[in-house]
């Protein structure tokens, strides 16, 4: 029998859509070697946003970038012949393309072309606190309580914000950990963008003195802050030797020493800390110097709390943690004897 059917004719390539997104924390134009590959092979590269930061970079580069918005089956059939087509989403990326794109290759309906998401560029570890500098000036700019803060009024947050931090070290409670770290990262950025405006400690940001007194801003704090974390461990960073904890120690004393220039041993310890912890300071510092001074005698309790907040630091022991705990002991102990549960931790 002879056939008489037609050949069947091939397929239509159906193409290939790459939707190439990018970070905003990274310095546009810095794009992945495959992202600029696919950027110059591609038929058309579209954009709805006109004020795309990557757009000078790209014609830069000789890339044709259109401001066009299609619609999901725009772009397929802009995929007709076999074209890969590159989309170039906002910040915020696009919902009503993603999703049109996701209803047609649902319905079965459409011969589809590939879809691709492509990172052309990635956060890098750390990358959010740079939206937490963004976040922190606009708030600043703009709501009514923090822009009127000052270092001297914002000073009793950074304590309890520390303690609150030391409670969730101590109850061993990782969500509250992450929060109160969090807590406290946000008093380091206030103060810093508040340094940033030059004003004296204690000064209301409308007091109108435009004198700006040793402005600073977070990369100044950060950077002074990776040289010291550099030059304090030459054990890490340079040629120094270092195999043990002591060994370690002993570089910072000497580092310090250098550094601080100071008189005394007690130089630099703020005696505005909790009792206990400071005496144990003191002690700690008289023994590391090699200070020969006995503790001083006297009548009173604030003596014995002395003799063992020294005793407990040549120990090896903070005076402070080791007072905290007894006393939750004896605060669970207080409410067994009213009848009630130890708190939750």
Same mark, same amino acid.
């Given at each position: 029998?002879?056939?008489?059917?037609?050949?069947?004719?091939?397929?239509?390539?159906?193409?290939?859509?790459? +939707?190439?997104?990018?970070?905003?924390?990274?310095?546009?134009?810095?794009?992945?070697?495959?992202?600029?590959?696919?950027?110059?092979?591609?038929?058309?590269?579209?954009?709805?946003?006109?004020?795309?930061?990557?757009?000078?970079?790209?014609?830069?580069? !000789?890339?044709?970038?259109?401001?066009?918005?299609?619609?999901?089956h &725009?772009?397929?059939?802009?995929?007709?012949?076999?074209?890969?087509?590159?989309?170039?989403?906002?910040?915020? !990326?696009?919902?009503?393309?993603?999703?049109?794109?996701?209803?047609?290759?649902?319905?079965?309906?459409?011969?589809?072309?590939?879809?691709?998401?492509?990172?052309?560029?990635?956060?890098?570890?750390? &990358?959010?606190?740079?939206?937490?500098?963004?976040?922190?000036?606009?708030?600043?700019?703009?709501?009514?309580?923090?822009?009127?803060?000052?270092?001297?009024?914002?000073?009793?947050?950074?304590?309890?914000?520390?303690?609150?931090?030391?409670?969730?070290?101590?109850?061993?409670?990782?969500?509250?950990?992450?929060?109160?770290?969090?807590?406290?990262? +946000?008093?380091?950025?206030?103060?810093?963008?508040?340094?940033?405006?030059g004003?004296?400690?204690?000064?209301?940001?409308?007091?109108g003195?435009?004198?700006?007194?040793?402005?600073?801003?977070?990369?100044?704090?950060?950077?002074?802050?990776?040289?010291?974390?550099?030059?304090?461990?030459?054990?890490?960073?340079?040629?120094?030797?270092?195999?043990?904890?002591?060994?370690?120690?002993?570089?910072?004393?000497?580092?310090?020493?250098?550094?601080?220039?100071?008189?005394?041993?007690?130089?630099?310890?703020?005696?505005g800390?909790?009792?206990?912890?400071?005496?144990?300071?003191?002690?700690?510092?008289?023994?590391?110097?090699?200070v020969?001074?006995?503790?001083?005698?006297?009548?009173?309790?604030?003596?014995?709390?002395?003799?063992?907040?020294?005793?407990?630091?040549?120990?090896?022991?903070?005076?402070?943690?080791?007072?905290? &705990?007894?006393?939750?002991?004896?605060?669970?102990?207080?409410?067994a004897?009213?009848g009630?549960?130890?708190? &939750?931790?």
């Amino acid at each position: 029998m002879t056939d008489h059917s037609q050949p069947t004719a091939p397929a239509e390539p159906t193409g290939r859509i790459v +939707l190439l997104t990018t970070s905003h924390r990274v310095a546009p134009g810095v794009l992945s070697w495959p992202a600029w590959q696919i950027l110059h092979a591609a038929d058309r590269v579209l954009c709805a946003d006109p004020g795309h930061p990557q757009l000078p970079y790209l014609r830069e580069a !000789g890339v044709e970038v259109e401001h066009a918005a299609p619609d999901a089956h &725009a772009l397929v059939e802009a995929c007709t012949g076999g074209r890969t087509v590159v989309v170039l989403p906002g910040g915020e !990326g696009d919902q009503r393309l993603t999703d049109g794109l996701a209803r047609l290759a649902g319905s079965g309906r459409v011969s589809m072309p590939d879809l691709e998401l492509l990172p052309g560029s990635y956060d890098l570890p750390g &990358a959010r606190l740079l939206d937490l500098v963004q976040v922190m000036d606009r708030v600043r700019r703009e709501c009514p309580w923090t822009s009127r803060q000052t270092h001297r009024g914002l000073a009793k947050y950074a304590i309890e914000e520390a303690y609150e931090l030391v409670e969730a070290i101590e109850d061993g409670d990782r969500e509250e950990l992450r929060e109160e770290l969090g807590d406290v990262l +946000l008093q380091v950025v206030f103060h810093a963008r508040i340094a940033e405006e030059g004003l004296p400690a204690g000064a209301d940001a409308e007091d109108g003195d435009e004198e700006a007194l040793g402005a600073f801003s977070i990369d100044d704090v950060a950077g002074a802050l990776v040289e010291k974390l550099i030059h304090r461990h030459p054990h890490v960073f340079g040629d120094a030797e270092a195999e043990t904890p002591e060994d370690v120690h002993a570089h910072w004393q000497r580092t310090k020493a250098v550094e601080k220039r100071r008189e005394s041993v007690t130089d630099g310890v703020p005696v505005g800390q909790p009792g206990l912890a400071l005496a144990a300071k003191l002690a700690g510092r008289a023994r590391a110097g090699g200070v020969a001074v006995e503790l001083p005698r006297g009548e009173g309790i604030g003596y014995e709390l002395l003799e063992l907040a020294a005793r407990a630091e040549a120990e090896g022991v903070d005076p402070e943690t080791a007072l905290r &705990a007894a006393a939750r002991v004896y605060r669970d102990a207080i409410r067994a004897a009213e009848g009630l549960a130890a708190p &939750a931790r």
